[in-house]
């Protein structure tokens, strides 16, 4: 267990100014529901780089990347998740990385949702030699509004496996 532990250690400090910087982006540029296509494109371009399978353009403009463990133990599958959307608020910090959009900010931390989650998944990449089964990471558009799971849902990603 302390080798894995240790391993998980390194692995987010070898992502952790990656995870920052894509936060910082994606706070910078927020999108309200069901116009995250900068923020998806961030995500895919990462997804891209690391060779990880994935679909996009689910419920508009959702993500769902898939990483399959490598043990011929139990083959279950798991999901997590992650909301992309911004709010209709006028961002009033100062911060180096405020949003440069007006009238929109991720006053709701998705920002931080979609980075961590991105994160998440570079490590379990890594480690996907040391588990069986699959796991699915859900960018999911929407989430404040009229979008949220349900779309992504009826577009079938909770299907195969």
Same mark, same amino acid.
């Given at each position: ?8 250690e ?9 995870? !920052?910087?894509?936060r ?20 895919c371009?990462i997804?891209?780089?690391y060779?990880i ?11 769902l990347?898939?990483?399959d463990?490598?043990?011929?133990a ?8 992650a909301d992309?959307d911004a709010?209709p !608020? ?37 480690l ?8 699915k ?15 992504m849902i009826?577009?079938g990603i909770?299907?195969?496996?």
């Amino acid at each position: 267990m302390q080798q894995i532990l240790s391993k998980i250690e390194n692995l987010t400090q070898k992502y952790y100014a990656d995870i !920052v910087e894509l936060r910082h982006a994606i706070h910078m540029h927020p999108e309200l529901e069901f116009e995250e296509e900068n923020t998806a494109n961030l995500l895919c371009e990462i997804l891209d780089k690391y060779k990880i399978k994935y679909k996009r353009n689910i419920a508009k403009t959702g993500i769902l990347a898939q990483i399959d463990g490598e043990l011929n133990a139990h083959k279950k599958c798991v999901l997590l998740r992650a909301d992309m959307d911004a709010l209709p !608020v006028q961002e009033e910090t100062n911060l180096p990385y405020a949003s440069k959009i007006k009238g929109k900010m991720h006053a709701c931390g998705h920002d931080g949702h979609s980075a961590g989650l991105m994160g998440a998944l570079l490590i379990l990449n890594e480690l996907r030699e040391e588990f069986s089964g699959t796991i699915k990471f859900m960018f999911q558009p929407a989430e404040e509004g009229s979008g949220g799971a349900k779309p992504m849902i009826e577009a079938g990603i909770l299907e195969n496996p």
